[in-house]
């Protein structure tokens, strides 16, 4: 079992940056990729960024290349989205979670935390 709690959310000028965390509970945290993942209001849950077990791989939606940054760090437990350069569309509700593979697909993650707001004011 793992618990995610996001933190790191809220109000930020276009332009702007924002750093997200994400901590977890558990010893097994290296075990798991993780991923974060952003749902605006009507609209679907999409992928953002994932990043491998080890930290020594990343993978970016086309939206967000550039200017998000997704790291990991196994002693603390903890996984980072840095977001520069934020744009209105990029307002949503931010989630990070935890799979056993490495994927884009939200479904195949297996743990996921509350979420933590972003809003970007044009």
């Known amino acids: 079992q793992v618990q995610l709690v996001e933190s790191g959310g809220g109000l930020v000028q276009a332009g702007g940056s924002l750093r997200l965390s994400c901590a977890a509970s558990?010893?097994?945290?290296?075990?798991?990729?993780m991923g974060w993942f952003r749902q605006a209001p009507g609209k679907e849950r999409e992928f953002v960024a994932t990043?491998?077990?080890?930290?020594?791989?990343?993978y970016y939606a086309d939206s967000v290349k550039g200017r998000f940054t997704i790291s990991r760090d196994n002693a603390k437990n903890t996984v980072y989205l840095q977001m520069n350069s934020l744009k209105p569309e990029d307002t949503a509700i931010y989630y990070c979670?935890?799979?056993?593979?490495?994927?884009?697909?939200?479904?195949?993650?297996?743990?996921w935390g509350q979420g933590t707001q972003v809003t970007v004011s044009s």
């Open positions: 558990g010893r097994t945290f290296s075990s798991y990729a």
């Open positions: 990043v491998s077990w080890s930290g020594g791989d990343t």
């Open positions: 979670a935890a799979g056993t593979l490495w994927v884009v697909v939200p479904n195949e993650y297996d743990y």
